[in-house]
């Protein structure tokens, strides 16, 4: 059984990075797809960013070349490392496994953690 827990959110400013941690307590196998999500206040959840266990990475438009996704070899933890952050960017953030592999809809995605706040102050 697959159990995820974000940490690393904050209160930042403009223009700051801030590196989130996705840590995982099951087993992950090379089928699944590891996805970043964020809600902001009034708004549908939104894929940020997305990785395959063979490495291949995916963002969305919005902060492309700003984030990273990256993991451990061992898939006890990911990360998702933020630079220049904007006031946009600010929302609960969430990771997230999808079993049957690569999507960019919650609706697929199976097994989510608690979320962790990020507020970007402008």
């Known amino acids: 059984q697959v159990q995820l827990g974000e940490s690393g959110g904050g209160l930042v400013q403009a223009g700051s990075s801030l590196r989130l941690t996705c840590a995982n307590s099951g087993r992950i196998y090379s089928s699944h797809f590891l996805g970043w999500f964020r809600q902001a206040p009034g708004k549908e959840r939104e894929f940020v960013a997305g990785l395959r266990m063979s490495g291949n990475r995916y963002y969305a438009d919005s902060v492309k070349g700003r984030f990273t996704i990256s993991g451990d070899s061992d898939r006890s933890a990911f990360y998702l490392q933020m630079n220049s952050l904007k006031y946009e960017d600010t929302a609960v953030y969430y990771c997230?496994?999808?079993?049957?592999?690569?999507?960019?809809?919650?609706?697929?995605?199976?097994?989510w953690g608690q979320g962790t706040q990020v507020t970007v102050s402008s």
């Open positions: 997230a496994i999808a079993r049957r592999g690569y999507s960019r809809s919650s609706k697929d995605f199976d097994v």
